[in-house]
């Protein structure tokens, strides 16, 4: 039986609402009231040297919770501006990639917290007399923990979308403006949303450490979760952060089950797959959203917006004969490429030379090879640790991974706590190594890894899960065991998704350094020997030679890092020990 | 006759190779499609047809002669040529009436016209009913049979089907084709030529006004045969064997004047893409009753079972090898090929070691070159870059995985997949060691 076409039908009993909008429209109003109050709050007059009222009564949080959350959606929007623009520019454009790529690389191995003390005068100046100055600065800082792996992931997508697509688009005359939404786009999307889902995760960190920000000396606390806390570490509050950690809790929850579980589901369809997936993933708000009457009526606005988006601009050329050929990727002429070429050479020898100057004007020679000295003792830190998170979650990881029913329900909770800005448990720390009388330059050290060794955990759980169960069942059947078993299949059948998992936790554990080499619960302030307690004074005093130093520095080790650990095991796992 | 639909003449196209050579995959191809007819290009895969489509449809350019469709040189995707993909091509997110509606939309139809007319192509190709549908929700069948919707609902003159059928299991292509075959005859498409490029014989003889059987290296029109049959066609007819046997003959004989006849082979002789343990069954069939050494090719299609391609890739093996003989599309065993399947395992490995050193200059140099080296080993960089002075860099690459496969299977020489190293076996090698004398304890 051919089913009745409803797309075109327009009539009026369509907009009648039905009981799912009953349970939808309230919840849109709220959500939208709350945005608009937020966002009102945050372009208050203001004056640098002004205190902002803070208080510790938990009462206020869920409106400091507000504010967080808004900060981690504009710095949401403004990545995935700038992803669009930036990874289609480098994709496009090989005269730009060959700036745009690097550049992503270095952006990428910049400690974030590093971001926020440079930037924050410039925005106070953009935004004169006024709050959102020093609120573009804290949306800027998490701006930079989540847009990189977004932008790179898009221009992978986009560099791999498949052939046969791409000639069949060109056979129907699409322009590149339609091509880009209709194929380009959509090819990116699930890696996109996977990747949003990552620097959300990723965020939370930075959100609670980017409120408190110090301009010239004084340290100004913008309303929200970060600062609550900072607030409640200064005076010693315990309880208050016990209500702190409830309300991160409480945001991470919100962000999944209103934006991400919804996107993931629907982006479903955008899965590169010939045949559909065992397990679609599925969420109440988008059923709700699907089968809501009124709403979906409304969709038809957004939904009319892309349809009119994409089919803006169509190939020039009119009747049968559209005789232009237009490539997916723009050259520029050998000779233009030339001086390109050497623009960019003197371009980057320049500004290298500049910052050399400005350091070296303030930082004498022995200074800058103790500073290598702290970034030594920081990769030790990073590196040992790594190794010892994984020496314990790997096991755990495999454990659970091989039982699905466990693995469902700790998957979950391992992204959670991946999200749970580790921060948060700091001053915990500080008391225990006081009262123990223990060293701080070890004991800060776990620190480090507190919050991304769950990266490890949940990649290593996915990877133990999604091991062939026929392989599972020769290994069985051919009696391996012991060590001889995790030898030769669970190590090399695991070895990709950990290598994914250690690349995140070694990036987030350097970011986290400049956090947790010093530490302070009152008073009592607690600091190691390394890169991270370096560049933490530096800001704290308003030093920027140091501060580019330092951050200069980090940059170099994690690049290095990149280049000589992680990207040959990455290289190794992907093409000797990939199944499948 | 009016102009012809698609008319190309002298058409050269050469690729630039990673070394900076040019390797010629088209030279002087001349073709035309006229209106109302259906035009088959057969060939070996790797032999520049589908090159030859893709120019033919404004996807790439060609790098001399020219290319007109109605009279008008093509420099771009041109509306009024749709094609037809052998990976069916379809947008995963889009649902079948989307894609369908593609074409349209980038024409910048109205939504209204756009749907009926999607609605149209749907019902008219078999797929009403599944309009919502997604292309992961449908048999590979089912799939293609919405690319060729989407081809067809902008009403194209020329239909261009690249190796359409081969991604079908054999029932589902047939179904296909006389759905195709049965639009086209009533005049239910306004489709006024079709190309179809293929490697299946019985395919194009089933569909095609005319078959042109294409030359690799560089690919170029070899030969032109007139299928005179009317549809609907029956391939168990004698007028429809005979033309089988006449393609197969043609087939078989461009592979005999691209080497054999002409000058010697050179490093870059592009080995057949198939592996040994095929080469010797096929062996093995073709001395069994009820061949006895000597079979009709389509016959010899048949007891095997496999596509052409496969088999072709097979003929031109052995024949390279020394093992058979083909002439007007029959093969024979030479005294080699019946020696070689008399003899036990070990003494087959020999002899294939043999042949494939004399016969395949490629197999001799890489011998070569691990001979001279001190420790026997050389990485496989080597040797691609000397093919890439012939190939381009997929196609080096695959030229010597197959040889390597070879030479694997004759030990002559090994390769060590994590090192990326070319090497003799691990026995020879300890024995030349020991018998170069130096070290004084000789093992064997």
Same mark, same amino acid.
């Given at each position: 039986m051919?089913?009745?076409?409803?797309?075109? +039908?327009?009539?009026?009993?369509?907009?009648k609402p039905n009981a799912w909008?009953?349970?939808?429209?309230?919840?849109?109003?709220?959500?939208?009231?709350?945005?608009?109050?937020?966002?009102?709050?945050?372009?208050?007059?203001?004056?640098? @040297?002004?205190?902002?009222?803070?208080?510790?009564?938990?009462?206020?949080?869920?409106?400091?919770? =507000?504010?967080?959350?808004?900060?981690?959606?504009?710095?949401?929007? @403004?990545?995935?501006?700038?992803?669009? +623009?930036?990874?289609?520019?480098?994709?496009? +454009?090989?005269?730009?990639?060959?700036?745009?790529?690097?550049?992503?690389?270095i952006l990428q191995s910049i400690p974030i917290l590093g971001f926020l003390s440079i930037t924050v005068t410039g925005f106070i100046a953009l935004f004169p007399g006024n709050l959102f100055g020093v609120e573009c600065a804290a949306i800027f800082a998490v701006f930079t923990s989540q847009a990189w792996n977004m932008a790179f992931s898009m221009y992978q997508s986009l560099r791999t979308v498949p052939a046969d697509l791409i000639e069949a688009?060109?056979?129907?005359?699409?322009?590149?403006?339609?091509? *880009? !939404?209709?194929?380009?786009l959509p090819y990116a999307v699930p890696g996109l949303i996977w990747?949003?889902?990552?620097?959300?995760?990723?965020? !939370? *960190?930075?959100? +609670?450490?980017?409120?408190?920000?110090?301009?010239?000396?004084?340290?100004?606390l913008l309303p929200g979760v970060g600062s609550f806390i900072a607030l409640a570490i200064a005076d010693r509050n315990l309880p208050a952060i016990g209500w702190a950690i409830a309300a991160v809790l409480a945001g991470i929850l919100i962000y999944d089950q209103l934006m991400f579980r919804p996107l993931v589901a629907w982006a479903d369809k955008f899965k590169f797959e010939q045949v559909p997936g065992e397990e679609v993933p599925r969420s109440w708000l988008l059923t709700l959203l699907q089968r809501a009457r009124l709403v979906r009526a409304a969709a038809r606005?957004?939904?009319?917006?892309?349809? @009119?988006?994409?089919?803006?601009?169509?190939r020039p050329g009119k009747g049968r004969f559209r005789a232009v050929s237009l490539a997916p990727v723009w050259h520029l002429p050998p000779w233009a490429e030339r001086v390109w070429n050497a623009i960019l050479m003197l371009g980057a020898l320049a500004a290298a030379v500049r910052v050399a100057l400005f350091v070296h004007s303030s930082v004498e020679t022995p200074e800058i090879i103790r500073v290598f000295l702290y970034g030594t003792a920081t990769a030790t830190r990073v590196l040992v640790l790594i190794a010892l998170a994984s020496l314990v979650w790997v096991p755990i990881g495999v454990w659970i991974g091989l039982r699905p029913r466990v693995a469902q329900n700790l998957q979950w909770l391992a992204q959670f706590l991946a999200a749970f800005p580790a921060n948060l448990m700091f001053p915990v720390a500080v008391m225990l190594i006081v009262h123990f009388h223990l060293d701080p330059d070890v004991w800060t050290s776990p620190l480090m890894v507190l919050g991304t060794q769950w990266y490890i955990l949940f990649n290593v759980i996915a990877g133990a899960a999604a091991l062939p169960s026929d392989l599972k069942d020769a290994a069985h059947n051919l009696g391996l065991s012991g060590w001889l078993m995790w030898k030769r299949f669970i190590l090399p059948g695991i070895f990709p998704s950990f290598v994914t998992g250690a690349i995140t936790a070694s990036g987030g554990s350097w970011n986290a350094s400049i956090v947790s080499e010093m530490v302070s619960w009152g008073d009592t302030k607690l600091s190691a020997f390394g890169l991270g307690?370096?560049?933490?004074?530096?800001?704290?005093?308003?030093?920027?030679?140091?501060?580019?130093? @330092?951050?200069g520095v980090m940059c170099l080790f994690v690049m290095c890092f990149n280049h000589f650990i992680w990207r040959r095991m990455y290289r190794l796992a992907s093409e000797r020990l990939h199944i499948g | 006759m009016s102009t012809p639909l698609l008319d190309l003449g002298g058409v050269r196209k050469t690729f630039r190779t990673p070394e900076g050579k040019e390797r010629t995959v088209l030279e002087g191809v001349d073709f035309h499609l006229d209106e109302g007819e259906i035009v088959a290009l057969l060939g070996k895969s790797g032999s520049g047809k589908s090159t030859l489509l893709r120019i033919m449809a404004g996807l790439i350019p060609a790098n001399g002669g020219n290319v007109r469709y109605r009279g008008r040189p093509i420099t771009g995707p041109?509306?009024?040529?749709?094609?037809?993909?052998?990976?069916?091509?379809?947008?995963p997110w889009l649902t079948v009436q989307q894609n369908v509606e593609l074409g349209l939309e980038a024409l910048g139809q109205p939504r209204r016209e756009r749907e009926e007319r999607a609605q149209e192509a749907i019902d008219m190709i078999g797929m009403g009913g599944f309009e919502g549908a997604y292309p992961k929700e449908l048999s590979g069948g089912m799939r293609q049979r919405v690319g060729f919707a989407r081809a067809l609902v902008t009403r194209p003159d020329v239909l261009l089907m690249d190796e359409a059928f081969s991604a079908l299991d054999v029932l589902t292509a047939e179904a296909l084709r006389s759905d195709l075959l049965e639009l086209w005859t009533e005049r239910r498409i306004p489709t006024k030529g079709m190309l179809i490029v293929s490697h299946n014989i019985e395919e194009a003889v089933f569909m095609a006004d005319r078959i042109l059987v294409f030359d690799s290296d560089p690919g170029r029109v070899r030969a032109e045969i007139p299928v005179g049959l009317e549809h609907p066609r029956d391939p168990e007819s004698t007028p429809f064997r005979q033309i089988v046997d006449e393609v197969y003959g043609l087939m078989t004989a461009s592979a005999r004047v691209g080497a054999a006849a002409g000058e010697p082979l050179t490093i870059g002789y592009r080995l057949p893409a198939t592996t040994p343990g095929k080469m010797i069954s096929l062996l093995e069939t073709i001395a069994e009753p009820p061949f006895g050494g000597h079979a009709d090719l389509p016959a010899l299609a048949e007891a095997t079972e496999l596509p052409d391609d496969t088999l072709f890739h097979l003929y031109e093996g052995l024949r390279v090898l020394g093992f058979v003989r083909l002439a007007a599309g029959d093969i024979f065993l030479t005294p080699a090929g019946r020696a070689f399947v008399e003899a036990d395992n070990d003494r087959r490995k020999t002899?294939?070691?043999?042949?494939?050193?004399?016969?395949?200059?490629?197999?001799?140099?890489?011998?070569?070159?691990?001979?001279?080296?001190?420790?026997?080993?050389?990485?496989?960089?080597? *040797?691609?870059?000397? =093919?890439?002075?012939?190939?381009?860099?997929?196609e080096a690459e695959r030229v010597l995985e197959v040889v390597i496969g070879w030479g694997r299977y004759a030990e002559v020489f090994d390769y060590d997949y994590n090192a990326g190293m070319l090497k003799l076996p691990e026995e020879e090698e300890e024995g030349e060691e020991a018998g170069g004398g130096e070290t004084a304890g000789a093992a064997e």
């Open positions: 051919p089913q009745p076409r409803s797309r075109a +039908v327009f009539a009026l009993p369509e907009l909008d009953a349970a939808l429209v309230p919840l849109a109003f709220a959500l939208l009231v709350l945005l608009a109050y937020g966002g009102a709050q945050m372009t208050t007059p203001y004056d640098v @040297g002004e205190p902002l009222p803070m208080s510790l009564d938990p009462l206020n949080l869920p409106y400091y919770l =507000l504010r967080s959350a808004l900060r981690m959606l504009m710095a949401l929007g @403004g990545s995935l501006l700038f992803t669009l +623009v930036y990874a289609t520019a480098a994709a496009k +454009v090989p005269a730009l990639e060959k700036v745009l790529i690097p550049a992503l690389d688009s060109d056979m129907f005359l699409l322009s590149p403006w339609q091509r *880009f !939404w209709r194929l380009e990747n949003m889902m990552m620097s959300v995760s990723g965020g !939370w *960190f930075f959100v +609670v450490a980017s409120e408190a920000i110090s301009v010239s000396g004084q340290t100004i606005l957004p939904g009319a917006l892309w349809e @009119g988006c994409a089919s803006l601009v169509r307690s370096y560049i933490a004074q530096a800001t704290a005093a308003g030093d920027f030679p140091r501060i580019a130093l @330092g951050i | 041109t509306r009024g040529i749709a094609m037809v993909f052998q990976t069916f091509a379809l947008f002899l294939f070691a043999e042949h494939f050193l004399r016969n395949i200059p490629l197999a001799a140099h890489i011998r070569r070159v691990l001979d001279e080296r001190r420790g026997h080993r050389a990485p496989e960089d080597r *040797f691609l870059q000397a =093919l890439q002075d012939y190939l381009t860099g997929d």
